[in-house]
Structure formats: structure tokens, C-alpha cells
């Protein structure tokens, strides 16, 4: 019937207006586009490079390095190859992102929950500090910390000492270093055994629950055997660890364990600035969540402590979670301005350091661009994948 | 007002005593003296233009809403700041919102064994045997597994009203349960509550539902400006109102 009426039209004419093919018809040449404009970049920087004498290599990875670090996790020293300065610097970029999303997130809640308060002073202290925080580029938040630290801190001849093991100065905090005694392996085992035991216990203390109505006091339990066991065994065993104590020789401390204030200050920093906007993430989290379900659960004579627990929580981390992986995300990648304070992470190292000496740049960029590239898909997955867990099933 | 002139009831013998009480919301005195007694098993209707205190009263009764003036007394316990006379008085109360109010991330089953299982302590299966046997007689059995968001208007008040229910209350406060529904899901839902009414339960309704009020209600109070203007039985209160506002208020909800 429709036919009767369309007029007569060429072939493109029919293709271009039927509403799939149009579709299929922009995407391929959207993707040729792009693909030809990529071709031609990369060609045109092979070419360059070319001109100047520059190959496209990356033999240079298993040259010495030449250079120190003073903070790694593995053996180096200036001998050792680029490649191996390059993995110290991607285990100092995951340090301090790692331990950055830990405070931040921590703080973060804290914050979002003062926000919240009914008492005036708190929420108003709360807010002062997200909104200063918010305000300001996080590279100055990181060189003021430094500052403070460096300037503020007294020298090592001064430490401020913490009963005379730990000693805090501005080339950073020194800590005694544990050193293990056999023996300590039945604690660190006990310890090991009391988590797989809370995993087990969480279970088993839902199952009475269900079968009985009984209600053990699980997180007492937990943290009575996890923290309790290996305690009282470590004090029976006559404490198998002896500590190195840090001394003062020369003009700063040796022996011990020593966080550096790079580490401390880049630390600082970034979960603090991170921490105001996790703040705000929260706090919206809890007021998405009506406050009629909290009258509902009140009303049923639920306490409010498991009304937060049972209601509120699991409702607002569906709001919370998503917004909370690009936190992340953004700690992870604002931790590259550590090369402002000389902390070195990826960035300082094959992006800085090595990259100046043996003027590699695309190589160089490319293994820091994908470093980070794979470093933030893993956290997206791990995020998403939580995220799939607790998401709202609802219909 | 004859019940609030005896001068010392015995609070035992009442589902709810409130006597002398005034609430204010900053400056606004959104209750002014408050006196009501309510017996055990009675049935009692509240309605009012809006903003009249009607929801606020009953809100007070479960301390949903705080007054700040006056003795409320439920089921002998005092209401006060004391968390544990609160605690004692919302197991006993059942309450029923305009917006149901069910727990989304839960499923209907879930919606009713929460509490019973983390408050009265119940085993899973004790709780969800209890469950099933109030949704059957909201109708619903067969939703137990879902979630609220699947259910219409009518069948998530009919849950909200078995959630309620699973606590064994011996009192039922119902704010406006039926002004968010669809005209054709009111029906469902008082068939419930006069079939909760028949059995005996203790009611406090806040409702414009006139036809509910003439089969089921021992009393209806009308309120306005935060006053308890006018209570009667309901064959009186509609037939022989006494005050002008009451008359002026009957008049146009029963126009339509």
C-alpha cells in the first residue's frame, strides 16, 4: 500500500533514508575516518622521528639507568636497568594510590557524615574544609603539605621523638623496623587462622540467626579473634619480634624503617583533596535515599544503627559507588604530579628521569600513557564489578 | 470532649491517652491542647482540610513527630526523650504511610520478615511463615518474591499494611492510606483495613474516605488549625454536625 504512494527514488536515496541502514552507513564511515586520521599522525611521526635519526625502539630498557631512587620496593641501584627503574616506579604509583584511596575513602565518609550532622559547629567545620578543599588546584594542596613538612618539621638533631623508637623529622618519619623470630610465624599463622575463622563465623552466626532468631555479637567476636588471639599468642611465645631501632648518626637517622615526607606529603594530599569530594559523593548518597524509609524502618521499632545498616546503606551505595570509581580514578591519575615534590612514581621516573637521558620520548610516554591505561582499567573492573553486587535489583 | 474532662483516667486502661498536648514547628503551634482517649479495640477516623494536624497527631502517636507539651500515653508507656519507652511503644504501633514507604531494595517477603527477624528476634523461617500468612490475607502470597517496584499502587499498600501487620501490633496508625492511590486500587485496600477493623484491632485513620468511616469508625474527630474542633459518633457527625467549619468541610467533600 505504502508503495503506492512512495514515489520512484534511486537506490542511495532508499538506503541513506531506511533508518538501520543510515545507521550502519555513518558508523563505517565515522570509523574510516578516524582510522585514517590516526594512520596519518602515527605516519607522520614516523617520519619525523626518521628525519632526526630516531627509530622507534625500545632497546634502551636494558641500558644501566644511571640514576637513584630512594624509595623502592625492589633491588636497584643506579646500575640496573631502565626497565627495572621503571617497575619501581610503578609499585611507588601503586603505594601511594593505593594507600591514597584508603584514607581518602575513610576520611571521605567521615566527612560526608559530619556534613550531615544536626550539630551546627560540625557540619559547618565539615563544610568549610570541602569547600576550601574543592576550591584549590590539588598540585598547591601537595606543595603546601611538602612545604609544611620540609620547613615545619624539625631537623633530625631536633627529632620530635615518639618514646624514643620513633622519631619524626622533615626528611620524614622513622619508625622501628620489625625483625621476625622464627616463632612469629605460629602468631602471623594464628592471625591467618582467626580471619579464615571470622569469614566462617559470619556464616555460621546468619545460619543460627536464621534457624533460632539468636543474634551473636559477630563484630565483637571477630575482633576478639582476630586481634585477640595472635596477641595473647604472641605474649605467651615471649614476643618474637625484636625491633630495630632508628639512631641518630651523623646528620640523620639510620637503621629502622623510614617513610620518606615525599610519600607522606603526596599521601596527604591527595586523599585529603580527594577525600571533600568523596564527602559530597556520600552525603548526596545518604539524601538520595528517602526519608520516608527511614520513618518506615523507625516505625517497626528497627533501631537506628541497623536501620542505617539494613535501609539506608544499601540504598545510598548504588548512588554512591559509580560516582566513587571516578574518584578513584582521579586520585589515581592526580598521583602523577608527584613529580612536583620529587616522588618517584612512573611520571619521575621512565617519564622523567629516563626519558631526559636517553631522549626517548614516544617510547617513554607511551609505556607511562599505558601504564596508567591499564592501571585504571583494573581499578574500573574491580569498582564495577562490586557495583554489579550491590546494585538495586528493584524490578 | 467528655472522655478528657475526667480528671485522672487510668492510662492502663486505654490503647492511647493524650492529654494537655501542644506541639510547635519553630514558632507555628501546629497542635494546640490535644486531649484523646482511645479505647481498646475502638475505631477512630481523624479528617480535617489539609494542614489541619491531623497527620502530625498521629505522627506524635509512634513519636514519628515530637511534642513538646502534654502527657502522650501508649499502651502505658510513656512517650518521653527516654529511647527505650520509644523503642517499646513503635513495637507496639503499626503504621501505614500515604507513600507505602516499602523498602525497594528488598523483596516483599524481605519487606515483612525485616523487622520481625531483627527486632522481635524471629527465626528466618518462624518470621517468613508468619510472612505468608499475612500476605495471604492482603490478598498478595502470590508477590512474595518480588520486589515493590513491580506491584501497583494497591497491592504496595496491601503489602505495607501486612509489613506492619508481621509485628503483631496491638495498635494500627493509617496516614492517609488511600489519597496516592488510583480510585480503582482504594477499594482493595479498605477492604483490608475493614476486614483489620472486623477483627477487633485498635485503628487510628487519617482518611477522607467518608464511606470507610460510616461502616467502620466508633468515633470521628474533625480537626482543624491544629485543633480537635468536633468528635462524635459517625452517624451524628455526619447527620448533625455542630460546629460551622465541621459543616463547611462535610459540605464540600461530600459535593463531589
Known amino acids: 500500500m505504502s508503495e503506492a504512494v512512495t514515489p520512484q527514488r534511486n537506490v542511495v536515496s532508499r538506503l541513506w533514508n531506511d533508518k538501520e541502514t543510515r545507521s550502519v552507513i555513518i558508523q563505517i564511515i565515522a570509523i574510516v575516518l578516524i582510522l585514517g586520521f590516526f594512520a596519518y599522525i602515527i605516519r607522520n611521526a614516523m617520519i619525523n622521528l626518521e628525519a632526526i635519526g630516531k627509530g622507534f625502539s625500545f632497546k634502551f630498557l636494558t641500558q644501566a639507568s644511571s640514576y637513584d631512587i630512594n624509595q623502592h620496593f625492589i633491588e636497584y641501584n643506579s646500575r640496573s636497568s631502565h626497565f627495572r627503574a621503571m617497575l619501581v616506579g610503578i609499585l611507588n604509583t601503586i603505594l601511594v594510590a593505593f594507600c591514597g584511596i584508603v584514607l581518602a575513602t575513610i576520611l571521605g565518609f567521615f566527612l560526608g557524615v559530619l556534613r550531615l550532622s544536626k550539630n551546627w559547629l560540625t557540619s559547618k567545620l565539615a563544610y568549610v574544609y570541602i569547600e576550601y578543599v574543592r576550591n584549590v588546584p590539588v598540585l598547591l594542596h601537595i606543595l603546601l603539605v611538602y612545604g609544611l613538612i620540609v620547613h615545619s618539621l624539625p631537623v633530625p638533631k631536633q627529632a620530635w621523638g615518639l618514646a624514643d623508637t620513633a622519631f619524626l623529622t622533615n626528611r620524614g618519619l622513622f619508625s622501628p623496623k620489625p625483625l621476625y623470630e622464627p616463632l612469629f610465624w605460629v602468631v602471623f599463622a594464628l592471625f591467618v587462622a582467626a580471619v579464615i575463622f571470622s569469614l566462617w563465623f559470619r556464616r555460621y552466626a546468619q545460619k543460627v540467626q536464621d534457624d533460632t532468631g539468636y543474634h551473636y555479637p559477630v563484630f565483637w567476636i571477630t575482633v576478639g579473634a582476630v586481634i585477640g588471639l595472635p596477641g595473647i599468642a604472641y605474649f605467651l611465645l615471649g614476643s618474637p619480634i625484636t625491633w630495630e631501632i632508628p639512631e641518630l648518626k651523623g646528620f640523620n637517622y639510620k637503621g629502622g624503617m623510614v617513610i620518606r615526607p615525599e610519600f607522606i606529603a603526596l599521601w596527604i594530599a591527595l586523599s585529603g583533596y580527594t577525600a571533600a569530594s568523596i564527602g559530597e559523593i556520600v552525603r548526596s548518597g545518604i539524601i538520595a535515599v528517602n526519608y520516608g524509609q527511614t520513618e518506615a524502618a523507625a516505625a517497626l521499632g528497627i533501631s537506628r544503627e541497623r536501620t542505617l545498616n539494613l535501609v539506608v546503606i544499601p540504598q545510598a551505595l548504588r548512588v554512591i559507588v559509580p560516582p566513587l570509581t571516578s574518584q578513584y580514578l582521579n586520585l589515581t591519575k592526580n598521583s602523577s604530579l608527584a613529580i612536583a615534590i620529587g616522588y618517584m612514581d612512573i611520571v619521575a621516573t621512565i617519564g622523567g628521569i629516563s626519558l631526559n637521558q636517553t631522549g626517548r620520548e614516544m617510547e617513554c610516554m607511551s609505556i607511562v600513557l599505558i601504564l596508567y591505561l591499564i592501571l585504571s582499567l583494573l581499578i574500573s573492573a574491580a569498582m564495577n564489578w562490586y557495583n554489579r553486587s550491590i546494585k538495586l535489583v528493584e524490578r | ?256
Not at chain 2, 511534642?67 to 504501633?93: M, S
Not at chain 2, 482493595?188 to 472486623?198: F, G, H, Q, S, T
Not at chain 2, 485513620?205 to 474542633?229: L, N, Y
Open chain 2, 1 to 256: 470532649m467528655n472522655e478528657a474532662t475526667n480528671p485522672n483516667p487510668s492510662s492502663e486502661d486505654y490503647a492511647v491517652v493524650i492529654r494537655d498536648m501542644h506541639k510547635w514547628y519553630g514558632q507555628f503551634h501546629v497542635l494546640k491542647d490535644i486531649n484523646l482517649l482511645v479505647t481498646r479495640g475502638e475505631k477512630i477516623v481523624v479528617c480535617g482540610p489539609s494542614g489541619s494536624g491531623k497527620s502530625t497527631m498521629i505522627r506524635c502517636i509512634n513519636r514519628l513527630e515530637e511534642h513538646q507539651q502534654g502527657h502522650i500515653i501508649v499502651d502505658g508507656t510513656e512517650l518521653t526523650n527516654d529511647l527505650k519507652n520509644i523503642e517499646v511503644v513503635r513495637r507496639e504501633v503499626g503504621m501505614v504511610f500515604q507513600h507505602f514507604n516499602l523498602f525497594p531494595h528488598l523483596t516483599v517477603l524481605e519487606n515483612c520478615t525485616l523487622a520481625p527477624i531483627w527486632v522481635r528476634k524471629m527465626p528466618k523461617l518462624e518470621a517468613e511463615g508468619i510472612a505468608m500468612q499475612y500476605l495471604e490475607r492482603v490478598k498478595i502470597p502470590d508477590q512474595a518474591n518480588k520486589y515493590p517496584g513491580q506491584l501497583s499502587g494497591g497491592q504496595q499498600q496491601r503489602v505495607a499494611i501486612a509489613r506492619s501487620l508481621c509485628m503483631k501490633p496491638r495498635i494500627m496508625l493509617f496516614d492517609e492510606p488511600t489519597s496516592a492511590l488510583d480510585p480503582e486500587m482504594i477499594k482493595e485496600v479498605l477492604d483490608v483495613m475493614i476486614e483489620l477493623a472486623n477483627e477487633g484491632m485498635t485503628m487510628l485513620c487519617v482518611t477522607h474516605e467518608m464511606g470507610f468511616a460510616k461502616t467502620v469508625a466508633d468515633r470521628v474527630i474533625f480537626m482543624d488549625g491544629g485543633e480537635i474542633i468536633e468528635e462524635n459518633n459517625p452517624a451524628e457527625f455526619f447527620e448533625n454536625a455542630q460546629h460551622e467549619r465541621t459543616k463547611l468541610f462535610l459540605s464540600q467533600i461530600l459535593e463531589h
